[in-house]
């Protein structure tokens, strides 16, 4: 009988040619030097450069370990992952970054720590090479996240994170079009730890993640685990129209007992302009919960499969 599958690493992919061979050059002898069964999921998310070639040469030199999955068109990141996890086989399961700024040879701590007992190993950068405006967004977005959902993530920008095959089979199980994998898994996971993993620049090409995916990614994961924003809104409602009424009642006392006055009218302007601006931010607000639910209810696929590479059970070396 074969020795059991230990240890998925699912790899998202997208335009990432320039960086590929480094990839396999480093993760390929970092497992090996595991001496445990694996298998390397890569799941290329509608690449238009050469990243779909690249790996089915790959899949070429080394299909005893390696498996491939195309989508048929861009998906986002997370749901390649998604995809990913559907297709492996790991008792454990850990995702990487394909531009090589997690070092491939930490698997092994993370693997350590699951032998300790943990069934989630989340990462923290040791080093992080980002621009400063990042480091203060993220530090801000962290502590906001940590007290709306009570999920605890010191660092959630890294996807270096390792699964078990119970949190895994759960996650696989959810059907939502938009989620964060980490959060979700934490909510999953029974004795969630986190370790310090290395973090190098950029190998070559570019980021994928911008200011504004940034801030996509941290509403889909405020209103995706939490109504306090919802709750939260509410309250400011509520009080705002409390002070409004309050307002109502002095400015008409005021103008009976002194009669009518031509100043204040910028005071009002600017009173107004406020209740205006907080109606918009309550209305996109309810936009970003009605959003959800509008995906949701149509049951699109997270994803299609144009073709997965693979070697079929029985075929030879």
Known sequence: MPAPLVLSVVIPVYNEEAVLPALFARLYPALDALGVRYEVVFVDDG???????????????????????????????????????????????????????????????LLAQMD??????????????????????????????????????TDQGCMMRAYSRRIIDTINQCNEMNTFIPALAYQFAQNPTEIVVGHEERQAGESKYSLYSLIRLNFDLMTGFSLVPLQLFSMVGIIVSLLSGLLVIYMGGRRLILGPEEGGLFTLFAIAFLL????????????????????????????VIAAVLERQPGEGA
Request: no cysteine.
């Open 47 to 109: 690449s238009r450069d050469q990243s779909a070639r690249l790996l089915s040469e790959q899949f070429e030199r080394r299909p005893d370990v390696t498996r491939v999955v195309l989508l048929n068109g861009n998906f986002g990141q997370h749901r390649a992952i998604l995809a990913g996890f559907e297709y492996s086989r790991g008792e454990r399961v850990v995702t990487l970054d394909a531009d090589l700024q997690n070092p491939p040879e930490d698997i092994a701590a």
């Open 116 to 153: 300790a007992g943990h069934d989630y190993v989340g990462s923290i950068r040791r080093q992080r090479n980002d621009s400063w405006w990042r480091h203060v967004a993220s530090r801000a977005m962290n502590r906001l996240r940590e007290r709306i959902t009570r999920i605890r993530m």
């Open 276 to 303: 205006i601006g907080i109606v918009l931010f309550g209305i996109g607000l309810l936009g970003e919960y009605i959003g959800r639910i509008y995906q949701e209810v149509r049951q699109r696929p997270r994803y």
